[in-house]
């Protein structure tokens, strides 16, 4: 039996996140915090720019390429003054344009796209100053790591092998091994994958209950198709016509033995190399730069018993 370890993988992180996120809640005595994050998102891939943060937003076709953006919601419980745990539920909106990279081949190709990202991240915090402890006010940097799930749309590819046919329509046996047809359709679906996100900020603390921060977060993604520049295996469906069967089949069609299924899957393969763009080892990073505000809440943080 094949076993699918990415799509494994993915389902693990999930019941991992969900998990965790009720422990965090259920946990006793802790200082929470609620909050909201702005800022933009950028991808780095095979198309467009390859700086990894601070790429210059494109707003000059606005219609086409829509504005950079990110925005989310976070929770995090203070678990003592230096440590937290974070749950962060963002939107992204990305573009990569190769009209506005350095790269002198990537202008000249001239491929663009856009896409819209949905997250789920479970982050631990270590701030180097005591800011989750009980002062009026308080600066400290902190670092950040964990784990996350993106959904985001990627290509798909469907391939229909049918039977040349007369004018009346009636499907036509091939007579030799490239005598049938094979049409292509590309569309788009969503599609879930991991993410380690991991990241430098600043926080404020303020007025007791209130924080101001910024920070820096890079996410590494487990998929290289976030900025359309290649089809995944799994994203590929094949159809074979059933006019004609096999023979000794009552379901099979006669496109699926040899040698026509064999001259098929190499059409397929064929068409799959021709699709990708670039590096094909190398993986795609949704990086983002952001502020955010949080409120405290819950008892006051002595973190004892």
């Given at each position: 039996?094949?076993?699918?370890?990415?799509?494994f993988?993915?389902?693990?992180?999930?019941?991992?996140?969900?998990?965790?996120?009720?422990?965090?809640?259920?946990?006793?005595?802790?200082?929470?915090?609620?909050?909201?994050?702005?800022?933009?998102?950028?991808?780095?891939?095979?198309?467009?720019?390859?700086?990894?943060?601070?790429?210059?937003?494109?707003?000059?076709?606005?219609?086409?390429?829509?504005?950079?953006?990110?925005?989310?919601?976070?929770?995090?419980?203070?678990?003592?003054?230096?440590?937290?745990?974070r749950?962060?539920?963002?939107?992204?909106?990305?573009?990569f344009?190769?009209?506005?990279a350095?790269?002198?081949?990537?202008?000249?190709?001239?491929?663009?796209?856009?896409?819209s990202?949905?997250?789920?991240d479970?982050?631990?915090?270590?701030?180097?100053?005591?800011?989750?402890?009980?002062?009026?006010?308080?600066?400290?940097?902190?670092?950040?790591?964990?784990?996350?799930?993106?959904?985001?749309?990627?290509p798909q590819?469907?391939?229909?092998?049918?039977?040349?046919?007369?004018?009346?329509?009636?499907?036509?046996?091939?007579?030799?091994v490239n005598?049938?047809?094979?049409?292509?359709?590309?569309?788009?679906?969503?599609?879930?994958?991991?993410a380690?996100?991991?990241?430098?900020?600043?926080?404020y603390?303020?007025?007791?209950?209130?924080?101001?921060f910024?920070?820096?977060?890079?996410?590494?993604?487990?998929?290289?198709?976030?900025?359309?520049?290649?089809?995944?295996?799994?994203?590929?469906?094949?159809?074979?016509?059933?006019?004609?069967?096999?023979?000794?089949?009552?379901?099979?069609?006669?496109?699926?033995?040899?040698?026509?299924?064999?001259?098929?899957?190499?059409?397929?393969?064929?068409?799959?190399?021709?699709?990708?763009?670039?590096?094909?080892?190398?993986?795609d990073?949704?990086?983002?730069?952001?502020?955010?505000?949080?409120?405290?809440?819950?008892?006051?943080?002595c973190?004892?018993?």
């Open positions: 039996m094949k076993i699918d370890v990415q799509s993988m993915q389902k693990k992180l999930i019941y991992t996140l969900i998990a965790l996120f009720f422990i965090s809640v259920g946990y006793k005595g802790q200082r929470h915090e609620i909050g909201v994050q702005l800022g933009m998102s950028n991808l780095v891939g095979d198309i467009g720019r390859t700086n990894y943060v601070l790429q210059k937003p494109v707003l000059d076709n606005i219609a086409d390429y829509g504005i950079p953006f990110y925005g989310s919601i976070l929770y995090r419980m203070n678990f003592n003054p230096y440590q937290t745990v749950l962060n539920l963002g939107y992204n909106h990305i573009q344009i190769d009209a506005y350095k790269e002198q081949y990537r202008r000249n190709r001239k491929l663009w796209g856009t896409n990202v949905v997250e789920a479970l982050i631990f915090e270590y701030n180097f100053f005591p800011v989750n402890d009980e002062q009026k006010s308080l600066v400290s940097p902190y670092i950040f790591g964990g784990v996350g799930a993106i959904l985001a749309s990627t590819l469907t391939v229909e092998n049918d039977f040349r046919r007369d004018a009346g329509g009636t499907a036509l046996a091939p007579t030799n005598d049938f047809e094979t049409r292509t359709t590309y569309t788009s679906s969503k599609k879930l994958t991991m380690i996100p991991f990241g430098i900020g600043l926080k603390k303020f007025n007791y209950n209130w924080a101001l910024g920070e820096f977060m890079f996410r590494p993604t487990f998929s290289d198709s976030i900025d359309y520049s290649m089809v995944d295996d799994k994203s590929v469906k094949v159809t074979y016509n059933k006019d004609i069967l096999a023979a000794g089949s009552n379901n099979k069609s006669l496109l699926q033995e040899s040698p026509y299924k064999e001259i098929a899957e190499a059409k397929v393969a064929e068409l799959l190399k021709d699709r990708q763009v670039g590096n094909i080892n190398s993986k990073w949704v990086n983002t730069v952001s502020i955010g505000l949080s409120y405290s809440f819950g008892r006051p943080p973190y004892c018993e």
